[in-house]
């Protein structure tokens, strides 16, 4: 469905991907990990154009992705600071649904139904920079699933979350893949990861280390982070020396 071949992104001297290639088949739920600064943002702005490449091709369903509307199959989950923070919700889902040319009826529709499945009944009238951590991230759920992509890519959609939340973000994505929604998720808080994704690709440096299927009831995230991501270990017995 998704194809990374081959790409190059340089910010001046510094080279951010380094040939980076890798796939994410229809149906899968995708782990994108690595540290801060490996290329996780690079890459994601990349696939929806927000930053060009210097070479390389990135295809959706065969296609490259700027060509033939084929964005519009695409929805990105952003951190809740990158959203248009001086509408409300309702401004935002209804720019968000006009741009995909839904009609007013469908507009209206969809967004009782989203406001009532994310218990946005009451706040749908607030500007998004008054709503809390939380609350944003819901409101930015609620445009995801208005939008009936056919490929989610979330950056960290769980991160600032209560417990409750987090655990129903997590079965809305379980349930839409059952629909046959394709998921790419980056994420710090691999234990979240851990029983949601078959795929895992571990990117470090600006490049591609690991790209295979996960098994969630046989693999550790962890170790497979650990065995392909060659950091150097905590030296503890500097705390000995701090405790002196």
Do not use: W
């Not at 280390?209 to 950091?231: A, P």
């Amino acid at each position: 469905m998704l194809e990374i071949k081959n790409v190059n992104k340089k910010y001046g001297s510094v080279a951010a991907l380094k040939n980076i290639s890798f796939s994410i088949k229809e149906n899968e739920i995708c782990g994108f990990i690595g540290d801060n600064g490996a290329g996780k943002t690079t890459t994601i702005k990349s696939i929806f154009g927000e930053t060009s490449i210097q070479s390389g091709e990135i295809l959706f369903k065969g296609k490259n992705i700027f060509d033939e509307y084929v964005l519009q199959d695409l929805f990105f989950f952003p951190d809740s600071n990158n959203i248009p923070l001086d509408l409300t919700i309702d401004e935002y889902l209804n720019y968000t649904l006009l741009l995909r040319s839904f009609d007013k009826k469908e507009i209206a529709n969809t967004k009782e139904k989203v406001y009532k499945l994310l218990e946005l009944e009451k706040h749908h009238k607030k500007k998004l920079r008054h709503l809390s951590a939380g609350l944003k991230k819901r409101a930015i759920m609620a445009c995801c699933l208005s939008m009936k992509a056919k490929l989610i890519i979330l950056d960290e959609p769980t991160a600032n979350l209560d417990i409750e939340t987090k655990n129903d973000f997590i079965k809305i994505l379980q349930y839409v893949n059952q629909l046959g929604v394709t998921i790419m998720i980056t994420s710090h808080l691999i234990d979240e990861l851990q029983p949601l994704i078959n795929k895992l690709v571990i990117i470090k440096e600006g490049e591609i280390v690991y790209e295979n299927k996960f098994d969630n009831g046989r693999e550790k995230i962890i170790d497979i982070y650990n065995n392909n991501v060659n950091r150097n270990k905590i030296d503890l017995k500097i705390i000995n020396e701090i405790y002196k």
